[in-house]
């Protein structure tokens, strides 16, 4: 393979630069037609540009590769590549020594070796993961004059010897690195360079370079940084300031597909919402999930709508063959979705895109494969799980696929509880007597049966509540009957035992569903919502479901999943019978979805 290289660079030597341009912009046109490069490079320029347009994104993609072919080409005939460099700005200064700084932009091995020919200078080398590459470059290097270092100690030597030394910040490690903001992203920044600048009272120069129309390139040296009075996170804060705004200009000019993202610490989150309470509250709760892995998570929620109804049955259509990289599918975006929903997606990134529900499923496929982010969806989409990252499934849906985490009901995260506790207690004024909590729905069959039935639980649980000494907080929902409603009030209304009647469609709260859980020592709730359930039952009381109608096959197949975390009361509706039990439905799911976050990350 090192034969090789030397043959062809022996070649190149020859050549007419004409015919190197043209050798060194098709090199460029075939890393670009490599898909995963190129994709690579358009998910980080999106990560950083949000704003531009895919034209605009497009663009800067091949002139990047066009430029990093013409790069290879020059660093195989770097002696005749140094007539066409220009060295401006503080030049004057580099021959007190230093610490020269860069990052993965222009053709940084030629600029090297052009200050090593100007300069005593050396830089530290990295083993390359091909032998004969590595090789190739050491002996280029050393040809060139530059001394190349092979550890730290060498370094130093070098420092003491007045040697110019040459740093890039931009290098994709971990150890000893500090977090500092890159455009918008928490990166791993490497320390190295400001610590032997303070260590030997040196500067640290940043270097830019910028091609010009062939071969051409400038590169400008900046203000010395002096580092004295500063920490390590301020100077390479400010590092990397002055890089954001060089790359804001010449962003063709850095090599976007470097693994500079790689290990960042933020994630943005986009939630795609159907503008259904339940739902929302699902991908709320995997979003506060994953902000409990060691990153800072932000998220932006997005609510979807169709141009019409059968463009939901086209999405499907469209998601089904989309593949997990596509930045061509903001075109179905465009041809699917309102004029609002666009305005709303255009101009953000995320690393991760959530959804609820099969509605928009889809949309969160296309979305998601437009930026190149991960993809996680709650309950059952119409399309195949593999499709997305991360499918979180009710347990009695009975799916399964690799990808697939079964949990038990609905998925919650329980936040600001104490906070929604401490609002509702001093709300209703409430004191620290026992108290049981009852949450209402609406029936699902007939009424006329629920209403029956209703009323004779209301007598049992009014004779439990005298006989054990329990205060009553009573919360109806919107979809409670009118005439549930004003009975609940003709018997509970004046009923000694009863602390507080909240009537949802009349007045409401936020704070009620999680005050009158964390308030109460037994929860009821009637059977047909099984959100509900999961939510109380999540926050670990014990939780009684009621039922006052035959259930139908979906909630069946549900509360027999979790029939070992709650009780179940039916008629004669004896409550003294119960084995009240505390649930640990969040603990279990919580447990099993932490395997499972890193395919979000």
């Known amino acids: 393979m090192y034969i090789l290289i030397k043959c062809l660079q022996n070649i190149l030597l020859k050549t007419p630069e004409p015919l190197l341009l043209i050798f060194g912009r098709s090199i460029g046109f075939v890393f670009y037609c490599i898909g995963s490069r190129r994709r690579a490079a358009f998910k ?80 530290m080398a990295q083993e390359q993961k091909h032998s004969a590459l590595d090789d190739h470059l050491i002996k280029t290097r050393e040809a060139e004059g530059m001394k190349v270092c092979f550890s730290l100690k060498e370094l130093v030597k070098s420092i003491k010897d007045k040697y110019l030394i040459g740093m890039v910040v ?83 000019e850095y090599y976007w597909c470097y693994k500079r993202f790689k290990y960042k610490i933020n994630r943005d989150v986009v939630i795609l919402s159907d503008s259904k309470v339940g739902h929302l509250k699902q991908s709320k709760a995997l979003a506060a999930f994953l902000s409990q892995e060691p990153y800072e998570v932000k998220t932006k929620i997005i609510d979807v709508n169709y141009k019409a109804p059968f463009m939901r049955t086209l999405a499907d259509i469209l998601a089904f063959f989309t593949p997990r990289h596509c ?36 949309v969160n496929k296309l979305f998601s494969a437009y930026l190149g982010a991960k993809s996680g969806v709650v309950l059952r989409p119409n399309i195949p799980l593999r499709k997305f990252n991360l499918a979180i499934i009710p347990e009695h849906d009975r799916v399964y696929a690799e990808n697939a985490l079964l949990i038990k009901g609905a998925l919650f995260y329980p936040e600001n509880i104490n906070q929604r506790a401490k609002e509702c207690r001093d709300f209703f004024k409430l004191d620290n007597t026992k108290k049981i909590a009852f949450f209402i729905g609406g029936p699902v069959g007939t009424e006329n049966e629920f209403f029956k039935n209703f009323k004779i639980f209301i007598k049992e649980l009014k004779s439990f509540a005298l006989a054990n000494d329990y205060n009553l907080l009573i919360s109806t929902s919107r979809r409670t009957p009118e005439k549930i409603e004003d009975y609940l009030e003709s018997q509970l209304k004046d009923f000694s035992k009863t602390e507080v009647m909240v009537i949802a469609n009349r007045d409401n709260y936020d704070f009620i569903f999680e005050g009158f859980n964390s308030l109460a020592d037994l929860v009821f709730v009637t059977s047909e919502s099984i959100s509900m359930i999961t939510e109380i039952a999540s926050m670990g009381k014990p939780c009684i479901c009621t039922f006052f109608e035959p259930q139908d096959n979906k909630r ?43 395919l979000l990350t």
Not at 72 to 83: G, Q, T, W
Not at 327 to 352: H, M, R
Not at 556 to 570: G, M, Q, T, V
């Open 44 to 123: 980080n320029i999106k990560s950083v540009f949000p704003k531009k347009t895919n034209k605009e994104i497009n663009a800067i993609v091949r002139r990047n590769f066009s430029g990093f072919g013409l790069s290879l080409v020059e660093s195989l005939v770097i002696p005749k590549m140094y007539k066409h460099i220009t060295l401006t700005g503080k030049r004057d200064l580099l021959d007190q020594g230093g610490i020269c700084v860069g990052i993965h932009a222009g053709s940084w091995e030629l600029i090297n070796c052009y200050f090593a020919k100007r300069y005593k200078f050396a830089i």
């Open 170 to 252: 931009d290098h994709g490690v971990r150890d000893d690195a500090l977090t500092v903001k890159f455009f918008s992203h928490l990166v791993p920044t490497p320390r190295g360079a400001v610590y032997l600048a303070r260590k030997f009272k040196k500067k640290i120069f940043p270097c830019f370079s910028y091609r010009g129309k062939g071969f051409s390139f400038k590169v400008r040296v900046g203000e010395p940084i002096d580092v004295e009075g500063k920490t390590d996170a301020q100077v390479l804060t400010y590092i990397n300031y002055l890089y954001e705004e060089y790359l804001k200009k010449n962003p063709w």
């Open 327 to 362: 930045p061509a599918s903001w075109f179905w975006l465009y041809f699917l979705l309102d004029k609002k929903t666009l305005n709303s997606l255009k101009g953000i990134y995320a690393d991760t895109v959530i959804s609820t529900g099969s509605m928009i499923a889809p």
């Open 556 to 598: 069946e197949l549900f509360l027999n999943s979790i029939k070992d975390e709650i009780s179940f009361l039916k008629q004669p509706y004896k409550i003294d019978a119960i084995n009240f039990k505390a649930a640990s439905i969040f603990e279990k799911n919580k447990q099993n979805l932490s395997k499972y976050l890193g």
